[in-house]
């Protein structure tokens, strides 16, 4: 877990006093401390792009809408969330509508904040998640009331395993209607309150505006959540009489400051001196995605050998000499004959929570006097190896190394860097069979995308992310998305769209063909002209779990899926695609699907009896009591 690995854990349960300490600060940036007497932003600065100011501010946003309404209308709670949002740097709205929604929907139609309308909740959700991490903004999801509003569960609770920040606005049915059987009821009589409506464990924040007067309270929960590094997502439920309703208290000024945590002096001394007492590995994960320029210089200056979570691909350059390896799932055995061979004294790990999918909690990855462990959450160092020592270590990765490097020699090490195990690959000459080998797709996808384009690449979970987690290599952060937390199907089939629509370019989604079946966002893309692509798997099958359960040892489970043209299914949808049979054919497609500028799908029929790389989860799972044996 770490500032973008994994939401910290925050207390929102009790009342913010008045006079709260907070300021707007970018996940990739250092944090600067700031001061204003009001957290509303004028126009020209966006909230997520300021460096530092201290500048008067007389009116709040509330004063300044009051002062509007004696001239025209009065001002609806709708307008003022509206405005909130706005002023909190939210450009975009995913969601799907209903008539209880209507008249937030409305104000969110007439703002500058581009709202796309969804095929399904969970894809909207999944798609916020991906354009927060494109654009380092949160993201607006909304739904109507009932099952609008558990549609986006999954999505919602990718987005907080994820680390992204996300508001979600539901509505809920109003006072008078409630216990009467509404359409679609959501009261406490039909859906439960705590947990869906309140903070924890979905949502750092939940709440659930019954009166306009409770507004300057729920900005300043907002603001907080949005302010401080890490994930952060948040459900405003609004009753639709109150989304109606003039807004009369405004919001009182309030003072502004926040400074992200760092280590002490002192700790940054020692996790120095403990690091120059010998040898030492430097494991990555996604967390530290800020620091990859500080993590290369560190490597680079000491000369030791550097890992990394599945998450954490590209951070530091996997072509380098120093790079031996994926760790976890899909990874590479080097990693295990590095720790055996070379038996680093420590392992500095950075952003990351080693959890099943990045280590396995394999005793192999343990060094001989432990881990220093840093992460923005006090509570991730020790808990994946609660026996193992562990120096922990709360700091924003970025900062924590530029204090570090400061204890270190400038010039590089002399140590012979070659002799490090490397992960292998291996390149598989193309076939003229009637299907094609992942692995001869992958080298494809390697030369043509990863290399050949600045598309952002992500892998669906499955077969798909075991594939591009082992084979794929990148050399630059934020290349490469995949999720091994949650790991939900249907998070990349969706959240490709708003990957591609934040980033205003190209993103390419690699999914299977039973995750394409279950959630996608074609026909969103389409109706926004949105340029994603999509590379399925096409295997007839949940592949993973088909090998998967038979080296587990049970047998006869039925998890096939009957042959899909998913050409068919681009073009019915008004996209383009193209089908792929044979090797011989990979290039040309892939050219084909990165030249197009409409949203494009690669059916590829892929060989089913090629077994994925996933012996490590196997074994995990065996060690669980999953097996037939």
């Not at 599945?310 to 055995?333: L, M, N």
């Not at 979970?461 to 075991?466: Q, R």
């Not at 799908?601 to 799972?621: E, W």
């Amino acid at each position: 877990m770490s500032a973008t690995d994994h939401p910290i854990n925050t207390n929102t349960t009790e009342k913010l006093e008045q006079k709260t300490l907070v300021s707007f600060t970018p996940d990739h940036t250092d944090c600067q401390k700031y001061s204003s007497d009001s957290f509303i932003f004028p126009p020209s600065e966006s909230a997520f792009t300021c460096s530092s100011f201290a500048n008067n501010y007389s009116n709040t946003l509330l004063d300044k809408l009051l002062g509007q309404s004696k001239q025209s209308t009065a001002i609806s709670v709708a307008s003022a969330v509206v405005k909130m949002l706005e002023d909190m740097g939210v450009q975009y709205a995913f969601g799907v509508s209903g008539g209880a929604i209507a008249p937030l929907w409305q104000k969110l139609q007439d703002s500058s904040i581009k709202v796309l309308h969804f095929r399904h909740e969970a894809g909207a959700a999944f798609a916020a998640s991906e354009a927060y991490f494109t654009s380092d903004r949160p993201v607006v999801v909304f739904t109507t009331t009932g099952p609008g509003i558990t549609n986006a569960l999954t999505g919602l609770l990718a987005a907080r395993w994820e680390g992204a920040k996300v508001i979600f606005l539901s509505p809920s049915t109003s006072t008078s209607q409630r216990g009467r059987w509404a359409c679609q009821e959501t009261s406490t009589y039909t859906m439960p309150n705590a947990g869906l409506f309140t903070s924890e464990p979905v949502f750092h924040y939940g709440t659930t505006l019954e009166c306009s007067d409770e507004l300057p309270e729920v900005y300043r929960r907002l603001a907080l959540g949005l302010a401080q590094p890490g994930g952060f997502v948040a459900h405003l439920s609004i009753p639709t009489n109150i989304q109606t309703s003039s807004v009369k208290t405004p919001l009182p000024r309030v003072n502004l400051s926040f400074n992200c945590a760092t280590a002490s002096d002192e700790t940054i001394s020692e996790s120095a001196r403990l690091l120059l007492e010998e040898s030492f590995a430097i494991w990555v994960g996604f967390g530290a995605k800020s620091a990859a320029a500080e993590i290369l210089q560190l490597a680079e200056i000491t000369g030791v050998g550097v890992m990394c979570s599945p998450r954490g691909k590209g951070i530091f350059p996997e072509d380098h000499p120093q790079f031996v390896g994926v760790t976890g799932f899909a990874g590479h055995e080097s990693v295990l004959r590095y720790m055996q061979e070379y038996r680093p004294l420590r392992t500095l790990v950075l952003g990351t929570r080693l959890g099943e999918f990045t280590s396995f909690w394999n005793s192999a990855m343990i060094p001989s006097r432990g881990f220093l462990h840093v992460d923005i959450d006090p509570q991730v160092p020790g808990v994946a190896y609660p026996s193992v020592e562990t120096f922990a270590i709360q700091s924003e990765i970025r900062m924590f190394l530029k204090a570090l490097l400061k204890y270190f020699p400038k010039s590089p090490s002399q140590r012979k860097i070659q002799s490090l195990p490397r992960p292998e690959r291996n390149v598989i000459d193309t076939s003229m069979n009637d299907s094609v080998r992942p692995e001869v797709l992958m080298n494809v996808i390697q030369r043509i995308i990863v290399e050949g384009s600045d598309a952002v690449v992500m892998a669906e979970g499955g077969s798909s992310f075991a594939w591009a987690i082992n084979l794929l290599r990148f050399a630059t952060p934020n290349r490469f998305r995949v999720s091994t937390g949650f790991s939900s199907m249907g998070h990349f089939v969706t959240g490709v769209v708003g990957n591609a629509l934040a980033r205003k370019g190209k993103a390419v989604a690699i999914v299977g063909d039973g995750a394409m079946l279950m959630n996608n966002e074609v026909s969103t893309a389409v109706n926004y002209q949105i340029p994603a692509v999509w590379i399925v798997l096409n295997n007839g099958g949940y592949n993973m779990c088909i090998q998967g359960v038979a080296m587990l040892g049970f047998n006869g489970m039925d998890a096939k899926i009957p042959q899909t043209d998913f050409v068919k299914i681009a073009c019915g949808l008004g996209a383009d695609g193209i089908r792929v049979e044979k090797e011989s054919d990979i290039e040309a497609a892939l050219k084909k699907a990165m030249a197009a500028t409409v949203p494009f799908i690669v059916d590829v029929v892929i060989d089913p009896t090629r077994v994925a790389p996933i012996a490590g989860r196997i074994h995990s799972l065996i060690s669980q009591g999953a097996t037939n044996y």
